[in-house]
């Protein structure tokens, strides 16, 4: 089972931009990686997936056009820019991976068993 750490979070003010990133403890070539995010008080929710060399990708129509996803499989790691980020992006931040051909779900995060420990992002005027 791979571990995966994020990094990148912080606090910025709307309109500004963060890139996160999701380190792997060895290669990423097996899996599809997703990265999704936690309100207090609210549900889990799929921001974005990418699967190997991103053949794959999905995005949440709430960040459509201000994300992106993208992977360095050299360095084991995936990112997440975000861009032109929103009062209600705030939120922990997750990254996790799924077994690419045993089946997931990205916007309920059904099927990624390795999860990191999040990072937090604040957007605040």
């Known amino acids: 089972q791979v571990q995966l750490v994020e990094s990148g979070g912080g606090s910025v003010q709307p309109g500004g931009s963060l890139r996160l990133s999701c380190a792997a403890s060895?290669?990423?070539?097996?899996?599809?990686i997703g990265w999704f995010r936690q309100a207090p008080g609210k549900e889990r929710e799929g921001v974005s997936c990418g699967s190997d060399s991103n053949s794959f990708t999905w995005y949440a129509d709430s960040v459509k056009g201000r994300f992106t996803i993208s992977r360095d499989n050299a360095k084991n790691t995936v990112y997440l820019q975000m861009n032109s980020l929103k009062p209600d992006d705030p939120a922990v931040y997750f990254c996790a991976a799924a077994v690419i051909g045993g089946g997931y779900v990205c916007s309920a995060g059904r099927g990624f068993g390795s999860w990191g420990r999040g990072t937090q992002v604040a957007v605040s005027s």
């Open positions: 060895g290669t990423l070539d097996p899996y599809a």
